[in-house]
Nanobody
Framework: QVQLVESGGGLVQPGGSLRLSCATS????????MAWYRQAPGKERELVAR???????HYPDSVTGRFTISRDNAKNTIYLQMNSLKPEDTAVYYC???????????WGQGTQVTVSS
């Protein structure tokens, strides 16, 4: 069964940096694409970074230039490097993977990121 496990969340001051990790249960190339989403209290879950099996990446305007998604193929792990963090980045961050012709979606349990003084 597909499992995604996030780690690396925590408390950081505005302007600081944090790196999230998502370890997968199998070959990351078995997924059509992988992504990081976040959800703040009272807000809808939103995409913050996506990477395809071919290595193409996508970021919304809110994080462009600050966040970078990457992968370590040997470790079957993807990362989200977050720099210049802002209080509005505070949210639970979820790892996501889509697989197969129907793009079946899998989710991790989430990791809390809090940006505060």
């Amino acid at each position: 069964q597909v499992q995604l496990v996030e780690s690396g969340g925590g408390l950081v001051q505005p302007g600081g940096s944090l790196r999230l990790s998502c370890a997968t249960s199998g070959n990351i190339f078995s997924f059509n694409r992988m992504a990081w989403y976040r959800q703040a209290p009272g807000k809808e879950r939103e995409l913050v970074a996506r990477i395809t099996s071919g290595g193409n990446t996508h970021y919304p305007d809110s994080v462009t230039g600050r966040f970078t998604i990457s992968r370590d193929n040997a470790k079957n792990t993807i990362y989200l490097q977050m720099n210049s963090l802002k209080p509005e980045d505070t949210a639970v961050y979820y790892c996501n993977a889509e697989q197969g012709r129907y793009y079946t979606k899998y989710w991790g349990q989430g990791t809390q990121v809090t940006v505060s003084s």
